[in-house]
DNA sequence: ACAAAAGTGTTCTCGATACACCCATGC
DNA sequence: GCATGGGTGTATCGAGAACACTTTTGT
């Protein structure tokens, strides 16, 4: 007890609401609670600001003590604050968006700290305090911004296909789009340029692979 | 010093960025300071959380206790963490928009509390710990929302013409609108209804008085 | 009569959508 | 040769922007 004040102080949290493709699947990463309350229970990764970090620091050191993961693109989403959504004292928690591409989370499979996974958004588990808001909240935002941002892109390789782009917006979006039409809109966009180099994934036509040119904002444009 | 805990915790406050329209300017309610840091500096009002109340309650309290406004439009923007933004011991702060017409504001002249006082979003004085950002984020957001959203009319009475409206989003995207574009969008969104009388303001011909619908969506959209 | 804001339609451009076929590859 | 995803163009529609004059009132 040796943090005094003269007026109460909640504590304050960062939780990560990380997305990533996986298996053709928009996957939300979980990691199972150990303690009381909610044991054993599925949460979001997450845990108590530090007093000299700020809270995007708080939030990244958070996700990677707890899933091993790191560079990641990160993004405030809300902050919640109801008085009762932590049974054991008042708990503010500042909510982000995580976004990467699962081929960079490889070392996530090898952090041995609690059993952490991942989960198609569309089965989740019952999840403890409001982490269910959350996350739904965070795919509304993300959906709305996927038309005036490059935030899909931070959920590809550096390099990537057509087609795999195409497949991000398809599930954000949630519905198919045309082929021909979104080649079209990134034509006009100018984001993309070839790298010249292509990849054979099926038995099938190689794909050409394209980058974001340097020019294009890698943070949200609004 | 009656309130411990086993590990450090930051105050938490919220701040609040109150536009209005104000002789056909954006205008932004500020507060004088009275004590260090930054005494006699203009800040945004807000202040501590209480320990039963919600961040939304917290907010509008705070906002009626220093300006004695009440019944405004609420909606949270973005939360500042930088551990040394305030001098005094780690603070963090969610920040809030809120939108009221002028003439729902009277009571704030009454206020005695702390001089409190409307300032051109163009003409700001200088601002305490890291108030300029807020309110220059809340404009940002507040531009960037008038188009899918109906932000706007919490700026208007209920009953308002059709160039009041016109003049809030002229202000707020700070260009001005075709009059003709401007009608038949309106009309398109079928937001609004007339009321059937008029408003006569200067020597010239009387403007109708719209009202929204009753299932137009108050709250915003996205 | 005139000053001042209210009110009203048409044209054009551009972005968004709908839609079908050939290509390169591995088996 | 066939299955698989890669790659390409045209026609249509609707939203958004440009643009000027008449109406009603008070003085």
Not at 32 to 47: E, F, I, K
Not at 106 to 112: F, K, L
Not at 149 to 166: D, K, N, P, V, Y
Request: aromatic residues 10%.
């Amino acid at each position: 007890m040796a943090f005094c004040y003269d007026y109460p102080h909640p504590a304050v949290t960062a939780d990560v609401v990380v997305f990533t493709i996986r298996e053709e699947r928009l996957a939300v990463l979980l990691i199972q609670r150990a303690q009381a309350p909610y044991a054993h229970h599925w949460a979001l990764p997450g845990g108590f600001i530090e007093p000299n970090e700020n809270l995007e620091q708080g939030a990244l050191r958070e996700l990677f003590e707890e899933t091993g993961l790191a560079n990641v693109y990160l993004e405030q989403l809300y902050t919640f604050g109801k008085p009762d959504r932590d049974p054991r004292e008042r708990i503010i928690s500042v909510a982000y968006i995580a976004l990467a591409p699962i081929e960079r989370l490889a070392p996530m499979a090898a952090s041995d700290a609690t059993a952490a996974g991942w989960f198609d958004l569309n089965e989740l588990p019952p999840l403890a305090f409001d982490h269910q808001d959350m996350i739904h909240l965070a795919h509304q935002r993300l959906r709305a911004k996927l038309d005036y941002s490059t935030l899909a892109f931070h959920l590809l390789e550096a390099t990537f296909t057509f087609g795999e782009l195409q497949q991000v917006y398809e599930l954000i979006r949630g519905t198919a789009i045309d082929k021909r039409n979104f080649r079209k809109l990134m034509r006009g966009l100018n984001w993309l340029e070839e790298t010249g180099k292509t990849r054979r994934v099926g038995q099938h036509k190689p794909a050409k692979l394209y980058r974001l040119t340097a020019s294009t904002p890698l943070n949200p444009i609004r």
